[in-house]
């Protein structure tokens, strides 16, 4: 085995476990009792439809969730499993030649993300809650030769610990909440 073998396997980086557990938690939290309350209160929208939104809405954020970061000799590239629709997730690839500068930009929130900027004046947002997120910036700046020290993940698991930790109070309300409109006699 030479030394340029080790270079040559990718490297790839899924979203954080944390993150993925998270967002979907929160989603079932934020919509599970829709469905139930729709029944109960008689809302002009019937349940089966708000299931229905609801499991294609999961799907949806599922694919989202699915993204992966590939890291090769050649580039770097965001890339979505073949089940998730083009038109919905493309992904993008940047090969390192490509690759001048990685550039902050401030979110709206006052958060700080980054953007590799190629040579024809493209950006590419840097995905910054992938598991490995240090391991991935630190062989951007081995293929690159940008310098990437100040560069940090947006959010740090402490946030979606405390995130998941409110989302797991919430899905004990909805549990009561579910309960209750089970109770009153009026689902079949």
Known sequence: MTANSDNTSPAIFRL????????????????????FLSEVTNAPIPPKLLWLGISIGLV?????????????????QVTYPNWVPRFFRKGWSLPWSEAEQLKP??????????????????????????????????LVQQKTGIDTSDV?????????????????????????????????????
């Open 152 to 188: 940090y993940p947006l959010a740090q698991p402490w946030m979606y610990l405390i995130l998941l930790l409110f989302t797991v109070i919430l899905l004990l309300i909805d549990a009561w909440t579910i309960l209750i409109s089970l109770n009153q006699g009026n689902l079949s």
């Open 16 to 35: 954080s476990p944390l993150i993925r557990i998270t967002l979907l938690s929160l989603y079932v939290a934020l919509t599970l009792p829709l469905p």
């Open 60 to 76: 949806g954020l599922y694919a989202v969730l699915t993204e992966r970061v590939i890291l090769d000799d050649q580039g770097i």
């Open 105 to 138: 930009r401030t979110t709206g929130q006052g958060g700080l993300v980054y953007y590799f900027l190629s040579k024809d004046g493209k950006a590419y947002l840097l995905p910054m809650r992938v598991a490995g997120f240090a391991r991935m910036v630190k």
